[in-house]
């Protein structure tokens, strides 16, 4: 079982659309997780982070985490072509590392 | 803030040749550095370690031979791929924590391709 799972898309959906994003994890000892977006052949841009159960909102992002089914999610509201890329959940269990998902694809059509 | 410059970006070397690769915290100390590999359509996959002052600690399966990586102070650390082969071309990246566990900032990558 990998460590930190997502589904590789693409996901697409129409602009204005709510996008989500699912991840989840195996170790449940970790700490910390976060959002990253990923332009093609750019490095990681970190959206957001999350330590508490619950929901965590930014302007049109909203992280959720359950710790519980060791699930993590992120919503993207008002979605626009420009948020079109990559996104990667990554966990930190410890030792402040960090463990990325493969990433799933987000395709938002104009 | 919390800014990590990278260089080079790209780089083409010949096969047998070692290339350097640096990555600088402009304004802040990196006490540590991650290093990162990706191949095309894959996620990003930890190297190794690297702590200023003290040998790095590579991930499993990585040669330490291979990838020298050095943090002889707490604003540079630099990744040397010796003897590249074709199959190490990839794109690498540096990535530094700067608020304990909640905060880590990446360089901008170098695409490394071996020819």
């Known amino acids: 079982q990998k460590e930190v799972e997502q589904n590789s898309g693409p996901l697409s959906v129409p602009e204005g659309a709510i996008a989500s994003l699912n991840c989840t994890y195996s170790d449940r000892g970790s700490q910390s997780f976060f959002w990253y977006r990923q332009y093609s052949g750019k490095s990681p841009e970190l959206i957001m982070f999350i330590y508490s159960n619950g929901d965590k909102e930014d302007g049109r992002f909203t992280a959720q985490l359950n710790k519980a089914s060791q699930y993590v999610s992120l919503l993207i509201r008002d979605s626009q072509p420009s948020d079109s890329a990559t996104y990667l959940c990554?966990?930190?269990?410890?030792?402040?590392?960090?463990?990325f998902g493969t990433g799933t694809r987000l395709l938002v059509s104009p | 803030g919390a800014v990590v410059s990278q260089h080079p970006s790209r780089v083409i070397c010949k096969s047998g040749t070692s290339v350097k690769i640096e990555c600088r915290s402009l304004d802040f100390q990196a006490t540590t550095m991650f290093w990162y590999r990706q191949f095309p359509k894959q996620s990003l996959m930890l190297m190794a370690t690297?702590?200023?002052?003290?040998?790095?600690?590579?991930e499993q399966g990585v040669e330490k031979d291979k990838f020298l990586i050095n943090h002889a102070s707490l604003t540079l650390s630099t990744l040397t791929v010796t003897s590249a082969h074709p199959e190490d071309s990839s794109f690498y990246i540096c990535?530094?924590?700067?608020?304990?566990?909640?905060?880590?900032?990446f360089g901008s990558g170098t695409r490394l391709t071996v020819v």
């Open positions: 990554a966990v930190n269990p410890g030792f402040q590392k960090l463990v």
């Open positions: 690297s702590n200023e002052g003290s040998k790095a600690t590579y």
């Open positions: 990535s530094a924590p700067f608020q304990g566990d909640y905060g880590y900032t």
